[in-house]
Nanobody, 126 residues
Framework: VQLQASGGGLVQAGGSLRLSCTAS????????TGWFRQAPGKEREFVSA????????RYSDSVKGRFAISRDNTKNTVYLQMNSLRPEDTAVYFC????????????????????WGVGTQVTVSS
């Protein structure tokens, strides 16, 4: 079982990036999926999540209106489109599969995510 986050890079403030999370060894489309990030010296924090069908999404207040999560279950992949990037978005971004197909009231808690991918670095310059 493996998750792999990709698509990170260096971008100027105001720019955009699209992250991808691909799975191997299990069917990611059977589970809700989340994105988290960890900035240097800070704890890992919730960014966004999406249920198995893609019809329900959740965002942290800090990215709401700028980021969009989506999924293509035919490709076993979840995406995070990041627009209007800010220097404070600089972090390593991780994807993870939730314990259920749906999101319950604790979707922002990393303890409830089962499998984690290797992160991808996003750096936003001012």
């Amino acid at each position: 079982v493996q998750l792999q986050a990709s698509g990170g890079g260096l971008v100027q403030a105001g720019g955009s990036l699209r992250l991808s999370c691909t799975a191997s060894g299990f069917t990611l489309s059977n589970y809700a999926t989340g994105w988290f990030r960890q900035a240097p010296g800070k704890e890992r924090e919730f960014v966004s999540a999406i249920i198995w069908s893609g019809t329900v999404t959740r965002y942290s207040d800090s990215v709401k209106g700028r980021f969009a999560i989506s999924r293509d279950n035919t490709k076993n992949t979840v995406y995070l489109q990041m627009n209007s990037l800010r220097p404070e978005d600089t972090a390593v971004y991780f994807c993870a599969s939730y314990q259920y197909p749906y999101l319950d009231g604790s979707y922002y808690s990393e303890e409830l995510y089962t499998y984690w991918g290797v992160g991808t670095q996003v750096t936003v310059s001012s």
